[in-house]
């Protein structure tokens, strides 16, 4: 095992962990999928419960266990009842495996369907939900949805999020007042570093030739067309060319506006990728000009391969990428910043070899699976009242304000 991924917390009992998250592309998958690694591999009994199989967790795992969540398809219902399947067999798990506690990621309908199984089962059943982003810069400002996102936030155990601005933005648009943990996201080092891809890499680039690459999920908030905007104003300073990884809804109009700017010759089309380590290494810089981004989960996965980033300078991203160390931010929108940003980054061979290496020892030092994976396993002892000793006994009063983690009041 990499030394990296040694507990601070071996000395606690193993706890039996139900872990429910959106197990398709995206972040927060991938950050529940490798928390759930990291747990088993330190002992804890981790058990999957969602619609199918999170992609990232490829091979078997000692420890690790997964449950399907089946939605019934009676008649009488218009839309499948997936909150109450889930809710449901939620409850059914815990039940049968004796779970400590369930870990949901996103407060619909993930607390909430949490919250109800904690009902069926007993209040011995604890609740700690991660707020991921999306869940609150989205759906918090929806009316219809307010309320129940607060009450899915309120009634948990613990709740953590994943930067202090979505900490910050969860109470000011929620008008919550509780504890919330923070949590960062992170990377295991040992899947998420550089790799050689040189005879890759000539299948899109001569070796004179920089390769700037954006991967999302391409939605608005993305703002996609400004990566062909500075890739644009960068090829005509640099021989350069850009790849794209992923899909979705605003895809087609990136496609047209290579056409139309006639760069169809430099950009590349990857579509979905689950080798990200090997893809992003293929790059020089990392393109993430978002309008929104609760933390980035892309951009330290860059930084871990020493892939610098120029980004907006939005949401959680300044927490994780330092301006002018790890790469370069700018305001939204400023598509000939973040090109000369670019060209600066790209010009200079010795800034570069700095920014890289400074890529890779941020990422491993700060947001390493070992040291995140620390914080929760204090949450979980919290909120089950397992002192740092190991027998379980309850907190006294006010406790809580003692052992908080990653607190931002």
Do not use: W
């Not at 067999?89 to 909430?112: C, R, S």
């Not at 396993?377 to 740092?388: D, K, M, N, S, W």
């Amino acid at each position: 095992m990499d030394p990296t991924q040694k507990s601070s917390q071996q000395s606690h009992p193993s706890l039996k962990i139900g872990i429910t998250c959106y197990p398709t592309l995206g972040g927060s998958g991938v950050v529940a999928t490798e928390l759930g690694i990291s747990l088993a591999e330190r002992g804890h009994e981790v058990h999957f419960i969602t619609q199918s199989m999170p992609f990232r967790l490829g091979k078997y795992h000692q420890n690790i266990y997964y449950h399907e969540v089946q939605v019934s398809d009676y008649y009488v219902f218009r839309y499948p009842p997936y909150d109450l399947s889930l809710a449901s067999k939620m409850a059914q798990v815990a039940n049968i495996h004796g779970l400590d506690l369930l870990h949901v990621h996103y407060a619909v309908p993930h607390a909430v369907c949490a919250i109800l199984a904690k009902q069926m089962v007993g209040d011995h059943l604890k609740v700690v939900t991660t707020l991921h982003g999306t869940d609150i810069t989205v759906l918090g400002h929806d009316q219809a949805l307010k309320e129940i996102i607060r009450l899915g936030i309120n009634r948990s155990d613990a709740v953590t999020a994943v930067s202090k601005d979505l900490l910050q933005e969860t109470r000011r648009l929620l008008q919550i007042d509780r504890h919330i943990d923070l949590t960062y996201n992170f990377i295991d080092s040992r899947i998420i570093h550089p790799k050689d891809v040189t005879e890759h890499r000539r299948e899109y680039a001569e070796p004179h030739e920089k390769i700037l690459m954006h991967i999302s999920n391409f939605r608005p908030v993305k703002r996609a067309m400004d990566v062909v905007e500075i890739f644009r104003r960068v090829a005509q300073q640099l021989p350069c060319k850009l790849l794209f990884v992923g899909e979705g809804p605003e895809l087609h109009k990136v496609h047209a506006k290579i056409q139309e700017e006639g760069l169809q010759d430099r950009v590349f089309f990857l579509g979905k990728q689950n080798d990200i380590a090997h893809v992003i290494s293929l790059a020089d810089v990392l393109l993430l000009p978002s309008e929104k981004e609760s933390f980035g989960l892309v951009a330290l996965e860059a930084m871990a391969c020493g892939v610098p980033v120029v980004a907006s300078r939005v949401g959680g991203i300044p927490e994780l990428v330092a301006h002018g160390e790890t790469g370069y931010l700018a305001p939204i929108g400023d598509t000939a910043q973040m090109a000369e940003h670019t060209v600066k980054l790209l010009s200079d061979p010795d800034l570069y070899r700095r920014l890289s290496e400074q890529c890779i020892a941020r990422a491993r030092n700060e947001f390493n699976s070992t040291k995140i994976t620390d914080l929760y396993e204090q949450i979980y002892h919290r909120v089950l009242g397992i002192p740092a000793g190991g027998s379980e006994q309850p907190d006294p009063p006010g406790a809580e304000d003692v052992h908080e983690v990653g607190c931002n009041r």
